[in-house]
């Protein structure tokens, strides 16, 4: 099958790069292969370029560039994250509350330490997607909740969640924060300096960056431990700086700044079109439809049924459900957290726009859509 027919409505599972992280990662795994901590000259034009893309990545996150750390994507910053401040006695941390509907590498981890001993609180969310916040906070304090990781943007369903409000409430109540921010770059403003928050999980995949190229930032008055041990070539994970992806996530960045009120208006525009015309078909939208970034797009319509969703794949790349949790062996937990039946999610539907889509793309799925349900 030639893919290049297959219209791409999967970014929440990754995004293609931008034409210019190719060239820009090429270019560095063929110029500045020598280690970034080599004691020669050309590990130390590896280590200037390292350096520069790192101040240049902390002036668009409006941060500290010592407190950002490079890991492989946000499963291992979120796994570190939680980990890492945990295991650090300093902190003296025992309660850990979090969301039923957030990402399997927070709520594994939660399970993995759980058996340590520590006490996990996993809230319920309501039927639209969206925490109660009076709730998180009275929680927060009678409770003594020590540390709260909870996302940004809800990968499955795009809900977004109130983090300037919820870092207050944490702030006021001396609990830590962290925040998974995957699917947050590119489509909501960030600005680290004002958020507030202790930890905060990036993955470059989902805005059109390299696969394997994520971070995590860590406040400079936090008392935190690495996991991963070795020779200490970054504070908190050991192991040789990969110079070409973090290369990638810098144009990436860059990129997705500079076009970033143009992106959200084209993406805003597809996603009303689609939105108009799935309600028009019977459709009904999963999760907050006023609540949530334009770039998802999770619906269920009646009569859509395993014959259907198999005839529109061979025309669409889109998923139902996290491509993490597989969705073959797993119901979607997020739809389950909203309190959908098993035949509403199977009856479910997930488009991820990136910044590459076009209104036409959305017009010919609505065109295949309104077709294959009518015969
Ligand atoms: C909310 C959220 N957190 C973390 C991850 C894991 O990111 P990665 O695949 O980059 O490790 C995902 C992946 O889709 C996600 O949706």
């Given amino acids: 099958m030639n893919n290049k027919k297959i219209i791409y409505f999967d970014n929440a599972s990754s995004t ?3 034409y210019t992280v190719i060239k820009k990662m090429k270019n560095s795994l063929s110029k500045n292969y020598a280690n970034c901590n080599s004691k020669h000259i050309l590990g130390l034009f590896s280590k200037i370029r390292m350096e520069k ?23 291992e910053s979120n796994n570190l994250a939680i980990k890492g401040l945990i295991k650090n006695k300093n902190n003296k941390i025992k309660k850990v509350m979090s969301f039923e509907n957030e990402h399997s590498s927070i709520i594994e981890v939660l399970k ?10 996993l809230e319920k969310i309501n039927s639209k997607g969206n925490i109660n916040i009076n709730n998180l906070e009275r929680k927060i304090i009678s409770e003594k909740i020590d540390l ?29 924060i962290h925040i998974d921010a995957t699917h947050a770059f590119g489509k909501i403003k960030i600005n680290i300096n004002k958020i507030k928050a202790d930890l905060i999980s990036f993955s470059f995949n989902k805005s059109h960056g390299p696969k394997g190229g994520g971070i ?21 994970r050991s192991g040789t700086i990969p110079l070409y992806i973090l290369e990638g996530i810098y144009e990436s960045m860059k990129i997705s700044t500079i076009n970033f009120e143009e992106n959200i208006k084209k993406i805003s525009y597809i996603y009303n079109f689609l939105k108009k015309k799935i309600v028009k078909l019977g459709g009904k939208i999963n999760g907050d ?22 005839k529109m794949k061979k025309f669409f790349a889109f998923s139902q459900g996290a491509t993490c949790d597989d969705f073959f062996k797993k119901k979607s937990h997020v739809l389950k957290s909203i309190g959908l039946k098993k035949n509403e999610i199977k009856k479910s539907i997930r488009i991820s726009l990136g910044n590459n889509n076009k209104i036409h793309e959305a017009k010919f799925f609505i065109k295949k859509l309104n077709f294959f349900l009518k015969n």
Wanted: with cysteine.
């Fill in 16 to 18: 293609k790069p931008y």
């Fill in 53 to 75: 893309i790192i101040f240049k990545i902390s002036n668009i996150l409006n941060c500290n560039y010592k407190d950002l750390t490079f890991t492989s994507g946000s499963t």
């Fill in 112 to 121: 993995e330490i759980e058996n340590y001993g520590y006490k996990i609180f």
């Fill in 148 to 176: 709260l990781s909870i996302s940004w943007v809800n990968g499955e369903i795009g809900t977004i969640n109130n983090i300037y409000k919820i870092c207050e409430i944490c702030n006021n109540n001396n609990t830590f």
């Fill in 289 to 310: 439809e006023v609540n949530r970034i334009p770039h998802n797009l999770n619906f269920q319509i009646n009569n859509l049924n395993k014959k259907i969703i198999k």
């Fill in 216 to 236: 995590l930032y860590v406040n400079e008055n936090l008392s935190f431990s690495s996991e991963i041990k070795g020779g200490n070539q970054q504070k908190f």
